[in-house]
C-alpha cells in the first residue's frame, strides 16, 4: 500500500524564492497534517486539516507561511518568501479522523540559502 | 496541558546489550501513547502504541514499552539491541483530535 507521499524530497533554494512543498495522504485518511522538524526545536506541529477544512494552524509561524487542501487526496505547503531559517524537514502525516495512529511521509528536506 | 518529556537526549550501547528509553507524559485524561522511530535522512516510523488493555505493548523490530500510569511513563524496550538500530527515537502523547505531541526524542548510538 502506498504511503504518505512528499515532494520534493530535497530542495534547496535562495532567500527569497518561494517553495512548495506537496503531501498525497493515505487514501481514505481524512485528517492531514504538516510538521517542521529542526535541531533547535524538535517537531513542532504547524497545520492540520479534517476533512480538507484547516482546524488549527496555530502553528504556522507567520504570515509567509500558508497550506491548502483543495481536495482529499492532496495538500501543500507553500512559503513565500522563503529565508534562510525556514530550513528543515517538513513532513506531512495522515490518519482517519476517528483512528489514533499517525503515518508520516519521508520528508521534505529544505534548504534555503 | 498536555507534553511528553524524553530525559535523554543520548544513549550509547553496545550491540548487544539491553536498552531502555525514558518517556514521561503529562496529559490528564487517557492518554494514546506511540513510539516512533527515525532513521538518518528517513520520515517517521512508528514502532507501537498504547490504546487501552494490556499495559506491556509489543512492537516491530523486538522493541516492546509498557505503560505505567502511576509513574506517567511508556518507556521503550529491547532486550538485545542491533547495529541497525541506532537512529533517533521519539515518544508521543495523543491529546484530543489526533493531535501528536511528541518528545525531544532520543538518539541512540549502538557500538560494536
Known amino acids: 500500500d502506498a504511503g504518505v507521499i512528499q515532494s520534493p524530497r530535497h530542495e534547496v533554494t535562495e532567500m527569497g524564492q518561494e517553495v512548495t512543498l506537496r503531501c498525497k495522504p493515505i487514501s481514505g485518511h481524512?485528517?492531514?497534517?504538516?510538521?517542521?522538524?529542526?535541531?533547535?526545536?524538535?517537531?513542532?506541529?504547524?497545520?492540520?486539516?479534517?476533512?480538507?477544512?484547516?482546524?488549527?494552524?496555530?502553528?504556522?509561524p507567520e504570515d509567509r507561511f500558508s497550506a491548502k487542501m483543495p481536495n482529499a487526496s492532496f495538500s501543500t505547503l507553500k512559503i513565500q518568501p522563503s529565508e534562510p531559517r525556514d530550513s528543515a524537514v517538513y513532513f506531512c502525516a495522515s490518519t482517519t479522523i476517528s483512528g489514533n495512529t499517525i503515518y508520516f511521509g519521508e520528508g521534505s528536506w529544505l534548504t534555503v540559502v | 496541558a498536555q507534553s511528553v518529556t524524553q530525559p535523554d537526549i543520548h544513549i550509547t550501547v553496545s550491540e548487544g546489550a539491553s536498552l531502555e528509553l525514558r518517556c514521561?507524559?503529562?496529559?490528564?485524561?487517557?492518554?494514546?501513547?506511540?513510539?516512533?522511530?527515525?532513521?538518518?535522512?528517513?520520515?517517521l516510523q512508528l514502532l507501537l502504541k498504547y490504546f487501552s488493555g494490556d499495559t506491556l505493548v509489543q512492537g516491530i523490530k523486538g522493541f516492546e514499552a509498557e505503560f505505567k500510569r502511576s509513574q506517567s511513563s511508556f518507556n521503550l524496550r529491547k532486550p538485545s539491541v542491533h547495529w541497525?538500530?541506532?537512529?533517533?527515537?521519539?515518544?508521543?502523547?495523543?491529546?484530543?483530535?489526533?493531535?501528536?505531541?511528541?518528545?525531544?526524542?532520543?538518539?541512540l548510538t549502538v557500538i560494536p
Open chain 1, 30 to 60: 481524512n485528517s492531514l497534517f504538516w510538521y517542521r522538524q529542526t535541531m533547535m526545536r524538535g517537531l513542532e506541529l504547524l497545520i492540520y486539516f479534517n476533512n480538507n477544512v484547516p482546524i488549527d494552524d496555530s502553528g504556522m
Open chain 2, 24 to 43: 514521561n507524559y503529562s496529559y490528564g485524561a487517557t492518554p494514546y501513547l506511540f513510539w516512533y522511530v527515525q532513521s538518518p535522512g528517513q520520515g
Open chain 2, 84 to 107: 541497525s538500530d541506532a537512529a533517533e527515537y521519539f515518544c508521543a502523547v495523543v491529546a484530543g483530535a489526533n493531535n501528536l505531541f511528541f518528545g525531544t526524542g532520543t538518539r
